[in-house]
């Protein structure tokens, strides 16, 4: 793409961005949505206006006072900042504007992310397809929330379509990508097991550019802010470590099922557990290595185990499994089948909020789309296509 065409296109995003903004501002005067969001803002605001540390007890406090009108209990959500200072750089432009404007505009820039990305690794028989990801409830629970999280899946979104055969990831061995999959590093539970996978295919392929890239970025988001902040690293953990002892587990799908087993026998079987994920994803590596399974089929794999195994199991963080799903969906030459099996799990996304709120299953919105999910891995596998452009 010529540079002309560049700011062609990014005038034209930010124009829609703009647009968009607007019309989010008329429809939500007086109506705040997403908290995620408001944590953000509010700390970017005492960071970069006050000069105060993003981790202070006390901005939590005050968010706590704001979204809830009382403190949090010591079990609760803290409503804290709990992620990576360079984090907040995403926040710093919206940080300076009132909060009606900033999350206006916020909800624009990631509605017209989401579409774009999706668009963009489509193919064009499917093109149709590529604007829909949003409609699944997931999606679209982070978009009202205005958490990170939106941004992390469509960051894999947009470099696992475009690197998911071997011509396309020789083509796309650029810097540029591996500073851009750097930022998935925000949220660690989240993009862990597809950073492995990267890190694999990077060693088969050779894609020392994107390696280059993707250090570069990471020694920049890491550390550059040490200069800012000395301590940051160390007071991050801190927090994480309070968020992990208030929220870890206490709606994660291993969770659900653990305490349907007698107490003496929940920590063997946790422990069978994990050992036998762990031992079966080496296996399906090292199968993908060899090129005797798809990598979509590890892709997949990969979404399932990290939703498995998250802190917590909140509904929008099924996401990490509905992006190889949505990559499946838009590249899939059986359009008809593809097609039905992605509305069905857009539909089942909606029904499972509705039985969970109904109270007919009060799992329902952390379990029917993993178990369709599984259903859908069973059936990558049962196929056995071992396509060498998309094995590792």
């Not at 901005?59 to 803290?78: F, K, N, T, W």
């Not at 470590?241 to 003496?264: A, E, I, R, W």
């Not at 008809?336 to 992605?342: E, F, K, M």
């Not at 499972?352 to 993993?370: E, N």
């Amino acid at each position: 793409m010529s540079v002309k065409r560049r700011l062609l296109f990014f005038g034209l995003f930010v124009s829609c961005v703009a647009v968009l903004a607007f019309g989010f501002h008329a429809a939500l005067q007086g109506n705040p949505l997403g908290a995620d969001f408001y944590t953000a803002w509010k700390t970017a605001r005492a960071v970069l206006i006050d000069g105060r540390s993003p981790y202070d007890p006390a901005i939590a406090r005050e968010i706590q006072m704001d979204i809830q009108g009382h403190l949090s209990q010591p079990d609760e959500d803290q409503l804290a900042y709990s992620y990576p200072l360079f984090g907040l750089l995403l926040i710093a432009p919206l940080a300076f504007l009132a909060f009606d404007w900033a999350q206006a505009l916020w909800l624009a820039f990631n509605f017209l992310i989401v579409m774009a990305t999706g668009l963009a690794i489509s193919s064009r028989k499917r093109f149709w397809l590529g604007a829909t990801f949003w409609l699944l409830y997931p999606v679209s629970f982070a978009l009202i929330l205005g958490n990170f999280d939106l941004l992390i899946a469509a960051i894999w979104l947009f470099f696992l379509g475009q690197t998911l055969t071997q011509k396309d990831s020789q083509a796309t061995n650029t810097i540029g990508l591996g500073l851009l999959v750097a930022l998935t590093t925000l949220k660690p539970q989240f993009s862990w097991l597809f950073l492995i996978y990267t890190f694999v295919r990077v060693l088969r392929l050779r894609s020392w550019k994107f390696a280059g890239g993707f250090l570069a970025g990471c020694t920049l988001l890491w550390l550059a802010p040490l200069l800012w902040r000395p301590g940051w690293i160390s007071q991050w953990l801190n927090q994480l470590l309070l968020y992990l002892k208030t929220m870890g587990g206490n709606f994660s799908p291993v969770n659900d099922f653990m305490v349907l087993l007698p107490p003496n026998l929940a920590k063997p079987f946790l422990w069978i557990g994990l050992t036998l994920l762990a031992g079966f994803s080496i296996f399906l590596f090292r199968q993908a290595w060899r090129g005797r399974i798809s990598g979509l089929s590890l892709l997949a794999w990969c979404g399932v185990v990290t939703y498995l195994v998250h802190p917590t199991g909140l509904s929008y963080e099924q996401m990490t499994f509905l992006v190889p799903l949505f990559l499946w969906a838009v590249r899939e030459r059986q359009t008809i089948l593809s097609t039905l099996v992605w509305f069905g799990f857009i539909i089942l996304s909606w029904l499972s909020l509705f039985a969970t709120l109904t109270k007919i299953d009060l799992l329902a919105d952390s379990s029917w789309l993993l178990i369709a999910a599984f259903l859908w891995l069973g059936w990558l596998f049962a196929r056995r296509r071992a396509d060498p452009r998309l094995g590792v």
